[in-house]
């Protein structure tokens, strides 16, 4: 059974930095590129970053390229974003994501909160 499970969410202030962290299970992970989204009050779903199966290839939203950085570790299972130089506006829950068998499985999630 797929399962994700995302920790490291926190207040953090304006300025500071967050890793979080998704826990995966259930699949051969190292076969499959992962997706990090985040979703805010009133917005809609977007993605944060991404990474292929090897980890050779990243991609970033706009609004985080340069701040945000994925990395995984196919031995421990588990995928990275470290977050730089947080704005209020990352603030968000921040999800966990892999296609696998042409469904998408989701995280819990985990709240980021970036304030004063």
């Known amino acids: 059974q797929v399962q994700l499970v995302e920790s490291g969410g926190g207040l953090v202030q304006p300025g500071g930095s967050l890793r979080l962290s998704c826990a995966a299970s259930?699949?051969?992970?190292?076969?499959?590129?992962m997706t990090w989204y985040r979703q805010a009050p009133g917005k809609e779903r977007e993605l944060v970053a991404d990474?292929?199966?090897?980890?050779?290839?990243?991609n970033y939203a706009d609004s985080v390229k340069g701040r945000f950085t994925i990395s995984r570790d196919n031995v421990k299972n588990m995928v990275y974003p470290q977050m730089n130089s947080l704005s209020p506006e990352d603030t968000a829950v921040y999800y966990c994501n892999v296609q696998y068998g042409l469904i998408d499985y989701w995280g819990q999630g985990t709240q980021v909160t970036v304030s004063s």
């Open positions: 990474i292929t199966s090897a980890g050779g290839r990243t």
């Open positions: 259930g699949f051969t992970f190292n076969r499959y590129a």
